[in-house]
């Protein structure tokens, strides 16, 4: 390793952290994601508000929960192969409007 033309000290500082059960660093795109087992208790819209009201609520070193958005076959390539389970919820409904998905 060289740190230019300018010889002396560096310092390099190592931080790690346990981080809980069912939650995945995606290194492409920076984020985490926590898979959290269970339906909403009311379907339709009053399910989807209630499962985005309680991501909302939900903070991960120091950020706050929200539904995962697929933006890339990237992300979903990496949702599929390492978050566990079915029916996973994402942030997308059409609540404001049947049929037109948001």
């Known amino acids: 390793m060289t740190t230019g033309a300018t010889s002396g000290n560096f310092t390099i500082v190592v931080t790690a952290t346990a981080n809980p059960a069912n939650t995945y660093y995606n ?14 208790s009311t379907s339709g819209s009053g399910g989807f ?19 995962v958005s697929l933006t890339d076959s990237s992300e979903h390539s990496f949702v599929f192969n390492n978050v566990p389970g079915n029916d996973i919820l994402i942030g997308l409904t059409d609540e404001g409007s049947e049929g037109n998905w948001r």
């Open 49 to 67: 508000t209630q499962v985005k009201t309680a991501a909302a609520a939900t903070t991960f070193k120091g950020k706050s929960g929200y539904l």
């Open 27 to 40: 290194p492409r795109n920076g984020h985490w994601y926590r898979y959290v087992s269970g339906k909403p």
